[in-house]
C-alpha cells in the first residue's frame, strides 16, 4: 500500500490492512481473476431455517449487518431459530435483508443506526427489548477502515473518526448491553476486533489502535461481569471474502490467490465461517470462555 497514491481522506476498505500485513501490498494483476474463489472455502448452501435449532427463541443483538460478516452471522442464527434484530446505516440493504431472512421461515428485523451516534445506540437496544423482551445474544460488529498513513501524517479527523466508529461503537454497545443483561440474569457478548489488535502493520496506526482498544475493553467488561452471568468475547479475522474485501482487492488490480499466498492457509476466510466462530462463543458450548480473543486468522497469529 503507498498511501501516497491515496486520495486524502477517502476512506478505503477496513480489510486492506491485511495485504499490508501478509507482505503481498506490491503485488498487482490486470483484473480480479475469474477463479477468485480459488483458494477460498465455498459458501455453505443456504438451507431451510430450524425452528428447533441451537439458538431457538433466543434474541439476538447485531450492529452493521446490512453486509459481510455481520448479515451472514444474521442470517445463520436466524437459521439456527434465533430472534434477530440488527442495525445499519444503508437502510435498502436493512430491510432487503430482513425480509429475505422472514420468508426463508426465520425471525429478523432491522433498525436503522449509526454506532457513532450515542442515542442511535440507546434506541437500538431499547427497541430490541421493547419488541422481543430480552437480549440474550449481542454481536457488536459494526466497523470501518481508513486512510492509510503514517503516524504523523494521519489527519486527527480520519483518526478520530475510526475510533469513534470502531471503538467508542463497541463501548456504546456494551454500555446498554450490560445493564439490560444484568437485570435479566445474564447474556453473552461478542465484538468485533482484529488481526491488526495484535501486530503493528506500518500505515494503519489507527484502525490498529481502534482494534487493540477492542480487546481491551472486551477483557475489562468480562472481568468486570463475570458475576453477573455475563461472558463478553471477541474474534479476530484476517481476511474474510466480504464486499469490502472484494473493493478493496478491485481498487489494487489485486486478486484472491495472490494475496492468500502470503496467508498461513493459503485462502480467504468466508463470513459464514466467522458467524460460525460468533456462534460458538455464544453457545452452550463456550459456557466457561470469557473474556478471550478468539483467533480466527487461520493461524495467521501464529507466525
Given at each position: 500500500?503507498?498511501s501516497?497514491?491515496?486520495?486524502?481522506n477517502?476512506?478505503?476498505?477496513?480489510?486492506?490492512?491485511?495485504?499490508?500485513?501478509?507482505?503481498?501490498?506490491?503485488?498487482?494483476?490486470?483484473?480480479?481473476?475469474?477463479?477468485?474463489?480459488?483458494?477460498?472455502?465455498?459458501?455453505?448452501?443456504?438451507?431451510?431455517?430450524?425452528?428447533n435449532?441451537?439458538?431457538?427463541?433466543?434474541?439476538?443483538l447485531i450492529?452493521?449487518?446490512?453486509s459481510?460478516?455481520?448479515?451472514a452471522?444474521?442470517?445463520?442464527?436466524?437459521?439456527?431459530?434465533?430472534?434477530?434484530h440488527?442495525c445499519?446505516?444503508?437502510?435498502a440493504?436493512?430491510?432487503?435483508?430482513a425480509?429475505?431472512?422472514?420468508?426463508?421461515?426465520?425471525?429478523?428485523?432491522y433498525?436503522?443506526?449509526?454506532?457513532?451516534?450515542?442515542?442511535?445506540?440507546k434506541?437500538?437496544?431499547e427497541?430490541?427489548?421493547?419488541?422481543?423482551g430480552?437480549?440474550?445474544?449481542?454481536?457488536?460488529?459494526?466497523?470501518?477502515?481508513m486512510?492509510?498513513?503514517?503516524?504523523?501524517?494521519?489527519?486527527?479527523?480520519?483518526?478520530?473518526?475510526?475510533?469513534?466508529?470502531?471503538?467508542?461503537?463497541?463501548?456504546?454497545?456494551?454500555?446498554y448491553?450490560i445493564?439490560?443483561?444484568?437485570?435479566?440474569?445474564?447474556?453473552?457478548?461478542?465484538?468485533?476486533?482484529?488481526v491488526a489488535?495484535?501486530i503493528g502493520?506500518?500505515?494503519t496506526?489507527?484502525?490498529?489502535?481502534?482494534?487493540?482498544?477492542?480487546?481491551?475493553l472486551?477483557?475489562?467488561?468480562?472481568?468486570?461481569?463475570?458475576?453477573?452471568?455475563?461472558?463478553?468475547?471477541?474474534?479476530?479475522?484476517?481476511?474474510?471474502d466480504?464486499?469490502?474485501?472484494?473493493?478493496?482487492?478491485?481498487?489494487?488490480?489485486?486478486?484472491?490467490?495472490q494475496?492468500?499466498k502470503?496467508?498461513v492457509?493459503?485462502?480467504?476466510?468466508?463470513?459464514?465461517?466467522?458467524?460460525?466462530?460468533v456462534m460458538?462463543?455464544?453457545?452452550?458450548?463456550?459456557?466457561?470462555?470469557?473474556?478471550?480473543?478468539?483467533?480466527?486468522t487461520?493461524?495467521?497469529?501464529?507466525?
Amino acid at each position: 500500500m503507498n498511501s501516497e497514491n491515496q486520495t486524502p481522506n477517502k476512506r478505503v476498505s477496513r480489510r486492506r490492512i491485511l495485504i499490508a500485513g501478509a507482505s503481498v501490498a506490491g503485488v498487482a494483476a490486470t483484473t480480479i481473476a475469474s477463479r477468485a474463489q480459488a483458494n477460498t472455502q465455498k459458501p455453505v448452501p443456504q438451507t431451510a431455517t430450524n425452528s428447533n435449532g441451537r439458538f431457538a427463541g433466543k434474541v439476538v443483538l447485531i450492529t452493521g449487518a446490512t453486509s459481510g460478516i455481520g448479515e451472514a452471522t444474521a442470517r445463520a442464527f436466524a437459521k439456527e431459530g434465533a430472534i434477530v434484530h440488527f442495525c445499519g446505516r444503508r437502510e435498502a440493504l436493512g430491510n432487503k435483508i430482513a425480509q429475505e431472512i422472514t420468508a426463508q421461515g426465520g425471525r429478523a428485523s432491522y433498525q436503522k443506526a449509526d454506532v457513532r451516534i450515542e442515542q442511535d445506540v440507546k434506541s437500538f437496544v431499547e427497541t430490541c427489548v421493547q419488541k422481543y423482551g430480552r437480549i440474550d445474544i449481542a454481536f457488536n460488529n459494526a466497523g470501518i477502515f481508513m486512510t492509510p498513513a503514517e503516524v504523523h501524517k494521519i489527519p486527527l479527523d480520519n483518526f478520530m473518526d475510526i475510533i469513534t466508529t470502531n471503538t467508542v461503537g463497541e463501548f456504546l454497545c456494551m454500555k446498554y448491553e450490560i445493564p439490560q443483561m444484568r437485570q435479566q440474569g445474564g447474556g453473552s457478548i461478542i465484538n468485533m476486533a482484529s488481526v491488526a489488535g495484535h501486530i503493528g502493520f506500518k500505515t494503519t496506526a489507527h484502525y490498529n489502535a481502534s482494534k487493540h482498544g477492542v480487546i481491551g475493553l472486551t477483557k475489562a467488561a468480562a472481568v468486570e461481569n463475570s458475576d453477573y452471568n455475563i461472558r463478553i468475547n471477541s474474534i479476530s479475522p484476517l481476511a474474510v471474502d466480504t464486499p469490502q474485501l472484494r473493493e478493496s482487492f478491485a481498487f489494487q488490480k489485486l486478486t484472491y490467490e495472490q494475496a492468500a499466498k502470503g496467508f498461513v492457509t493459503k485462502r480467504i476466510m468466508t463470513p459464514h465461517e466467522m458467524a460460525e466462530a460468533v456462534m460458538f462463543l455464544a453457545s452452550n458450548a463456550a459456557t466457561s470462555v470469557t473474556g478471550m480473543d478468539l483467533d480466527v486468522t487461520g493461524g495467521q497469529l501464529a507466525t
